[in-house]
């Protein structure tokens, strides 16, 4: 595992990795190429709440990720985008609280993860409306997908109507996997989880 602060750093791709917690705290080309460079790793949590990145500085993000079998996100939506797309083992995503998943697009093409891998997509906190795009999307192209938990935070009623009404579209959908089970889950402010019906 890897874990440490940077400010500067220079590297060629590095050694297969079983976990990299990597928290980028602002824009930089060079944290961008070095998260490029994790390409080897098997589970990634990424960080970059809140942060604005330039189109030119995103850019700087290339590579496959042929080992990468979970990831958990709190980034900028490219990100999601990027992963779906560059990471085809894929089978664990997690879009947690920091992330910004509303201004992602559908994709042109299927990913290939989609299609043969992702099993279990988790996101939390739900926050209605930014996430049911890309809920849906998955829902109806993960075509091995067997869970999908959608975690909202009990002190926010007066989302409460949104998520009731969302849920029932998104039970709605046409899962793409028959074998798809979807979690409706609320959590406190202690963490404290319950399941929804």
Request: charged share 25%; aromatic share 10%.
């Amino acid at each position: 595992m890897i874990e440490f602060v940077f400010d500067n750093i220079s590297t060629g791709t590095l050694g297969l990795l079983a976990v990299a917690n990597v928290s980028l705290a602002c824009e930089s080309r060079i944290k961008l190429e070095f998260v490029g460079k994790l390409c080897n790793v098997g589970s990634l949590n990424l960080y970059a709440g809140g942060m604005e990145i330039s189109d030119s500085a995103f850019s700087a993000l290339t590579g496959k990720f042929h080992n990468l079998t979970k990831l958990t996100l709190s980034a900028d939506c490219r990100f999601i985008s990027f992963f779906l797309d560059n990471a085809d083992n894929l089978q664990v995503l997690t879009i947690s609280g920091g992330g910004n998943i509303k201004e992602w697009r559908e994709p042109h093409q299927v990913p290939t993860c989609l299609s043969s891998h992702l099993k279990t997509v988790e996101i939390e906190p739900f926050k209605c409306t930014e996430e049911w795009l890309f809920i849906s999307y998955v829902l109806r192209n993960a075509e091995v997908l067997k869970y999908m938990k959608v975690i909202k935070l009990r002190y926010s009623p007066s989302k409460d109507l949104e998520f009731d009404a969302l849920k029932r579209r998104i039970l709605q959908l046409q899962p793409g996997s028959k074998e798809c089970e979807i979690k409706f889950l609320e959590r406190d402010v202690n963490h404290n989880t319950k399941e929804l019906f």
